[in-house]
């Protein structure tokens, strides 16, 4: 196989790995945005069941309790999708390695930080924590 097939072929490869890699970037998004709505509606069925002439603790506390398990399931899809791209963004950088033996030229071959995207991490995780935060106050004042 001559070298301009190689090239177009590790350049289709390329391409493939930059378009996952903004694919796994909006799961991560959409991580948090379905948990955060699931996790204000459950605090609004809260704030209802605590209004609720039929009130127990024991419902507001179940529901607080669920909305921990999708926190903490949103956490740990946060945490995966960003493994995925760590090594999507690996596989890319060996792409690259591969097209620069070939002749192309890149501004930045250097290996990508396991956590590359740490302040996105750090927001969509307090977003998903703050979601949680909302039922807990609404536990605490319904008791």
Not at 3 to 10: H, S, Y
Not at 26 to 39: F, P, S, Y
Not at 40 to 45: D, G, I, K, Y
Request: hydrophobic fraction near 50%; include cysteine.
């Amino acid at each position: 196989m001559n070298d301009d097939r190689k090239f177009a072929i590790q350049n289709g490869i390329l391409d493939d790995e930059r378009r996952l890699i903004a694919a796994l970037k909006l799961q991560r998004w959409d991580v948090v945005k379905w948990a955060v709505t699931v996790n204000m509606a459950l605090c609004a069925a809260a704030i209802a069941v605590s209004a609720s002439e039929h009130f127990t603790k024991a419902a507001s506390m179940h529901l607080f309790w669920l909305a921990g398990i999708v926190t903490v399931i949103g956490e740990m899809l946060l945490l995966y999708y960003n493994r995925r791209l760590t090594n999507t963004r690996e596989d890319s950088r060996q792409t690259k390695d591969h097209l620069t033996a070939l002749g192309a030229t890149f501004i930045d071959t250097s290996k990508p930080p396991k956590f590359y995207d740490w302040q996105e991490l750090l927001i969509f995780s307090l977003i998903l924590w703050m979601s949680f935060g909302a039922n807990w106050i609404i536990w605490v004042l319904s008791g």
